[in-house]
């Protein structure tokens, strides 16, 4: 096996150790907590999709590229490339509207009550199946060009000025225009929900700031609890939001890069690193959450010590 390839597998080999059981845990809490209170905070309900979403990211690149570099299974043919590249692109983009979605709702959240942002709050978390719904047929149509122009590169027919490598697929569009114009497109789909989450995180930062200043009185008084627990929500969203602007900035980066440089696309280094920074998202988001959301917490250690009690009640009554 080629060095490369080894270390390309190794890499992704890692996303998918990190961000399978990462995100599975995060929706076998959720479940639980559905299981058990029969209902789910709005939060929480975004937090789950962000994480089913997450899930099939790195389900779809992560695990695959990893068998594909380790040559132990071959699912990139031209349905399995078109596929692959539907289904990662469309829900790469859900990850970056649903992190977006997640800060402006707590923006909401931290907002005085009685104000006109409460009442958008209210709102949002009423009619959050069609936001969902939306996000979908969005991204989704935006991910069509995968299924048109994206071919296996074992056929041979690799169009290099206006291909983008994949390193097992390639994206042949069938024009400098059209590749321009879907870059463009791709482009102006991450960066707007960037530059609205980042608004939404300096709005939380002063939130933060004034809450800081007005209920230390509260707190004192011990009627703090349910500002300082909003507060520990915002500051995750602000960790996500700044991981995301970080991981998915360098991402876009290259992806400028790609467009803009001629020949680039005879190797798949660059976007071997595009889709590794745009997976290391979905991989490390997890992690965040479940250090610190405690409904997570909660339910996973319950279903730790659930299980801790069957094993001792199986084992006593094996003896």
């Known amino acids: 096996m080629p060095s490369e390839e080894f270390v390309r597998g190794m890499l992704y080999l890692s996303l998918t150790v990190v961000g399978v059981p990462g995100n599975s845990a995060i929706i076998v809490a959720f479940f639980l907590s559905i299981f058990e209170d029969k209902c789910l905070l709005a939060a929480d309900a975004i937090v789950l999709h962000l994480a089913c979403v997450n899930l099939l990211v790195v389900l779809v690149r992560c695990l695959l590229e990893t068998l594909a570099s380790f040559h132990l299974a071959d699912v990139f043919g031209n349905t399995g490339c078109k596929a692959v590249i539907f289904i990662y692109r469309t829900c790469r983009a859900l990850s970056i509207w649903l992190t977006f979605l997640l800060s402006a709702y707590q923006c909401l959240c931290i907002a005085p009550p009685g104000s006109r942002w409460a009442s958008a709050r209210t709102l949002l978390a009423h009619n959050l199946p069609f936001v969902f719904l939306f996000l979908w047929v969005l991204n989704t149509s935006m991910s069509s060009a995968a299924v048109l122009f994206t071919f296996s590169t074992n056929n041979g027919s690799v169009q290099l000025n206006n291909a983008v490598n994949v390193q097992f697929c390639q994206v042949n569009f069938p024009s400098k225009v059209s590749k321009e114009v879907n870059g463009a497109g791709q482009v102006g ?49 602000v960790v996500l939001v700044t991981l995301y602007v970080i991981l998915y900035g360098v991402d876009n980066g290259l992806w400028v890069y790609t467009l803009t440089v001629k020949k680039t696309m005879s190797s798949s280094l660059v976007s071997d690193l595009r889709v590794f920074f745009a997976s290391l998202y979905a991989a490390l988001s997890p992690l965040v959450i479940i250090v610190s959301n405690r409904k997570v917490n909660s339910r996973l250690r319950w279903a730790s010590q659930e299980k801790s009690v069957l094993e001792c009640t199986v084992q006593i009554s094996a003896r």
Do not use: C, N, W
């Open 189 to 237: 789909r991450d960066v707007v929900p960037m530059a609205l989450m980042t608004l939404a995180s300096v709005m939380i930062l002063v939130f933060l700031y004034k809450h800081r200043q007005q209920v230390k009185g509260l707190r004192s008084g011990g009627g703090g609890g349910s500002v300082g627990a909003e507060q520990r929500a915002a500051k995750v969203v």
